[in-house]
């Protein structure tokens, strides 16, 4: 059974920072495209950041040079390391993962956690 457990989310103010984990089990977590995305009362959700299995990464152009995605293959965990956050930000915050499809890309995000709550105060 695949399972995705995200955590680390919380309450900060503008200009803070937190660090966002997911931990994965139940595939072979290397062999898969990675990605974070968010969901703010009311909206659609949002592609945040997007790794591949070779470590190639993709950003939101709203979060460019503030997050940094990243991941531990060893321990199966994906990273969302959040700077310099903004009340814009705040939405609960998703981790997926998609089939690598090498030179296609990432395929459709087909596994999902629960999501952590991100809340920005100004």
């Known amino acids: 059974q695949v399972q995705l457990v995200e955590s680390g989310g919380g309450s900060v103010q503008a200009g803070g920072s937190l660090r966002l984990s997911c931990g994965v089990s139940?595939?072979?977590?290397?062999?898969?495209?990675k990605g974070w995305f968010h969901q703010a009362p009311g909206k659609e959700r949002e592609e945040v950041a997007v790794i591949g299995s070779g470590g190639t990464t993709r950003y939101a152009d709203s979060v460019k040079g503030r997050f940094t995605i990243s991941q531990d293959n060893s321990e199966s965990t994906l990273y969302l390391q959040m700077n310099s956050l903004k009340p814009e930000d705040t939405a609960m915050y998703y981790c997926a993962l998609a089939p690598d499809l090498a030179t296609w890309g990432c395929g459709a995000f087909r596994y999902w956690g629960r999501g952590t709550q991100v809340t920005v105060s100004s």
């Open positions: 139940g595939l072979t977590y290397s062999s898969y495209c």
